[in-house]
């Protein structure tokens, strides 16, 4: 097992622009998570699925914003019309959640850059 | 809502001392988690150490080890004989007991800790 990977790494995109990220989740992991992190700051929850249904959205996640989890397995997070202030790391992580509070498994970010 | 306040931007010791990295919490709950996550430079976060709220006992893991004490809200991470390799972002997480729903981290804004050779 190779741990949470996500794609892409990079992405510099120009404001309006739509884009995509992708989650894949550790294979077992039946909890995955969406955080945005800023430079300078913690990592902010965005949202979370367990399996398939997408069971919270934080008030951060505007309508610009839209993920999917199909089939319960990867993830995508999608932003429609990028503004400059959406430039950040974004970071998925997964957790087996056999019992509450179990440890999350963070991937390595995406760094968007809007310009 | 759940607010994590980390008041050391930045610390910095000397290889094999001991250091400690402070980090408060405000809650209406009783019952949550606490962590402190590690993010060294340019990798990802993985977790340092975790506690229960309702355990009174403080969890260790080798070298690091936590002071929580649930009626002042506070979470303390102690990293003992400090490394060059403990060298990174440390951030304190709090989560929500809410019986299987939701569980997304609330983080602080992070402490980097620099170990000096």
């Known amino acids: 097992d190779t741990g949470v990977s996500q794609d892409p790494r990079h992405k510099i995109t120009k404001r309006g622009q739509n884009v995509t990220f992708r989650c894949d989740p550790i294979?077992?992991?039946?909890?995955l998570y969406w955080y945005r992190q800023t430079l300078g700051q913690g990592p902010e929850f965005l949202t979370y699925f367990q399996n398939e249904a997408q069971l919270e959205k934080s008030r951060l996640l505007s309508d610009r914003f839209s993920a999917e989890r199909p089939k319960g397995s990867f993830s995508t997070l999608e932003i429609q019309r990028t503004e400059q202030g959406d430039s950040a790391m974004y970071l998925c992580?997964?957790?087996?959640?056999?019992?509450?509070?179990?440890?999350?498994?963070f991937g390595p970010g995406t760094r968007l850059t809007v310009l | 809502a759940q607010t994590v306040t980390q008041s050391q931007p930045e610390m910095s010791v000397q290889e094999a001392e001991t250091v400690t990295l402070s980090c408060t919490y405000d809650t209406s709950e009783n019952n949550y988690y606490l962590f402190w996550y590690k993010q060294p430079p340019s990798r990802q976060m993985i977790l340092v150490i975790r506690q229960e709220a309702y355990k009174q006992q403080n969890a260790t893991e080798n070298r690091f080890s936590v002071n929580f004490q649930k009626a002042a809200k506070s979470f303390s991470l102690k990293i003992s004989d400090s490394q060059l390799g403990d060298t990174a972002m440390y951030f304190c997480?709090?989560?929500?007991?809410?019986?299987?729903?939701?569980?997304?981290?609330?983080f602080g804004k992070g402490t980097h800790l620099i170990i000096q050779p």
């Open positions: 294979s077992e992991h039946n909890r």
């Open positions: 997480a709090f989560m929500m007991r809410t019986g299987g729903g939701a569980d997304g981290l609330t």
């Open positions: 992580a997964s957790s087996l959640a056999l019992a509450e509070g179990d440890e999350q498994f």
